[in-house]
């Protein structure tokens, strides 16, 4: 068993920065990939970004490529989304997931084994 705790949501304003973190629980860490998914208000939860166990393979949604940053450290059991440029359309909940071997397709939610609680982000125009 996996467990999962996001960090780092906050109100900011357009064009501003954020870093969200998930802190894993568990000695297989290393072996998971991860994902970010957000849930818009109102709408269905939609895939962000992924990264591969090692952290060599990264993938992104069309909507945040070139703004966003998906990083891991498994010594610390944590992964990490880097959100830059930020525009209302980001505000939603985010979450963080994990995938355990044998992996899924990273960009359905219904590939990933884990799921953490989701961390606010709301930016304001």
């Known amino acids: 068993q996996v467990q999962l705790v996001e960090s780092g949501g906050q109100l900011v304003q357009a064009g501003g920065s954020l870093r969200l973190s998930c802190a894993a629980s568990?000695?297989?860490?290393?072996?998971?990939?991860m994902g970010w998914f957000r849930q818009p208000p109102g709408k269905e939860r939609e895939f962000v970004a992924a990264?591969?166990?090692?952290?060599?393979?990264?993938a992104y949604a069309n909507s945040v490529k070139g703004r966003f940053t998906i990083s891991r450290d498994n010594a610390k059991n944590t992964v990490f989304l880097q959100m830059n440029s930020l525009k209302p359309e980001d505000t939603a909940v985010y979450s963080c997931?994990?995938?355990?071997?044998?992996?899924?397709?990273?960009?359905?939610?219904?590939?990933?084994?884990?799921w953490g609680q989701g961390t606010q982000v709301t930016v304001s125009s």
């Open positions: 997931a994990a995938d355990q071997p044998p992996y899924g397709d990273i960009w359905y939610v219904r590939s990933y084994d884990y």
């Open positions: 568990g000695r297989t860490f290393s072996t998971y990939a």
């Open positions: 990264i591969n166990w090692s952290g060599g393979s990264t």
